[in-house]
Nanobody
Framework: EVQLVESGGGLVQAGGSLRLSCAAS????????IVWFRQAPGKKREAVSC????????FYADSVKGRFTISSDNSKNTVYLIMNALKPEDTAVYYC?????????????????????????WGQGTQVTVSS
């Protein structure tokens, strides 16, 4: 059974940093693409970042480029999202998702409309709140 567990969310002031973790179990980690989406109240779920573990390719939404960094520790089956220079508009529930790289073509579909629907497995989400 595939399980994804997010952690690391919290309350931070604007300009601060957080590190989110997504720990995966029940998967052959190297074969998976891991994505981060976020959803703020009243807004659509939007893609934030993605990493394809087989080749290390990544994706970042324009809104987070230069501020967020995604990385993967395959020895721990964990993907990290390091978020720097946080802004109030980054406030959302952050979800990690995953699916087999060859099925979802890595991170190529993540930014399509309803891109999250391509990824089969999801965690429960972690709340990130950035105060101004």
């Amino acid at each position: 059974e595939v399980q994804l567990v997010e952690s690391g969310g919290g309350l931070v002031q604007a300009g601060g940093s957080l590190r989110l973790s997504c720990a995966a179990s029940g998967v052959t980690f190297d074969d998976y693409a891991i994505v981060w989406f976020r959803q703020a109240p009243g807004k659509k779920r939007e893609a934030v970042s993605c990493i394809s573990n087989n080749d290390g390719s990544t994706f970042y939404a324009d809104s987070v480029k230069g501020r967020f960094t995604i990385s993967s520790d395959n020895s721990k089956n964990t993907v990290y999202l390091i978020m720097n220079a946080l802004k109030p508009e980054d406030t959302a529930v952050y979800y990690c998702g995953a699916d087999v790289t060859r099925i979802v073509a890595g991170c190529t579909k993540v930014n399509r409309p309803l891109g999250y629907s391509w990824y089969k497995y999801w965690g429960q989400g972690t709340q990130v709140t950035v105060s101004s």
